[in-house]
């Protein structure tokens, strides 16, 4: 029988299949499991509250997904960090702020990504609940 309800742990990426207050493995945060979006809602959501971000601006080409006086930040799984990347750097551009990534999930930073942040001043943010 499929469980009702499945959990994804937003620091250390485990499933679960119980709700629990915190993840068993290791202390983290559970988030239900929907689809890929629901982690990067709760990640905006969370990462709004922390930067007194705006949430989903649109602009020429697109929705940022957080806004604040002086960045533009764009979240995405770590696995897709060269579609971040590219998404951040046409918001940047046409919303005149300084670009920045906040990557989420299982492993680290691609070291051509902290490369490439450091010599487009890019703030990267890895998500460790």
Do not use: R
Not at 69 to 88: M, P, R
Not at 102 to 113: A, C, M, Q, R, T
């Amino acid at each position: 029988m499929k469980p009702k309800n499945t959990f994804l742990c937003l620091s250390c990426g485990a499933i679960v299949y119980k709700h629990y207050k915190q993840c068993p493995y290791c202390g983290g945060h559970l988030s239900l499991w929907k689809n890929n979006e629901y982690v990067e809602k709760d990640i905006t959501e969370k990462w709004a509250k922390i930067l007194n971000a705006k949430k989903y601006i649109k602009f020429q080409y697109g929705i940022a997904d957080l806004v604040t006086k002086t960045h533009v930040y764009e979240v995405k799984k770590k696995s897709q960090w060269k579609c971040a990347l590219g998404q951040i750097l046409v918001a940047s551009h046409a919303l005149n702020l300084k670009p920045g990534l906040i990557l989420f999930g299982k492993g680290k930073i691609p070291k051509i990504l902290e490369e490439l942040a450091k010599k487009y001043e890019i703030k990267l943010i890895d998500e460790l609940l």
